[in-house]
């Protein structure tokens, strides 16, 4: 059974940084596309970033220069380093890992960033 946990997610505030990470029991992780997704209440889903088995990555504009998707292909882990949160990062944060037409969610983890 295919399990994405995501774990990191908390209260912070503006400017402060948080550090995702997502465990996935996929097996050969490193052939996985894995994202980071996030959905605001009232909002649509969005991507955050992505990055590929081999490293290349893509960003979502609202987050680019402060936001980075990293991942361990032996620990099976992606993660995703926040720095200089907004209030408008506030969301659920959902862990993602795609194959082909193979798609597979975590259960999200909120982070709310308020002073």
């Known amino acids: 059974q295919v399990q994405l946990v995501e774990s990191g997610g908390g209260l912070v505030q503006p400017g402060g940084s948080l550090r995702l990470s997502c465990a996935a029991s996929l097996s050969i992780f490193g052939i996985y596309t894995m994202g980071w997704y996030r959905q605001a209440p009232g909002k649509q889903r969005e991507l955050v970033a992505r990055?590929?088995?081999?490293?290349?990555?893509n960003y979502a504009d609202s987050v680019k220069g402060r936001f980075t998707i990293s991942r361990d292909n032996v620990k099976n882990t992606v993660y995703l380093q926040m720095n200089s949160l907004k209030a408008e990062d506030t969301a659920i944060y959902y862990c993602n890992g795609e194959l082909g037409a193979r798609g597979y969610w975590g259960q999200g983890t909120q982070v709310t960033v308020s002073s």
């Open positions: 990055i590929t088995g081999d490293g290349r990555t």
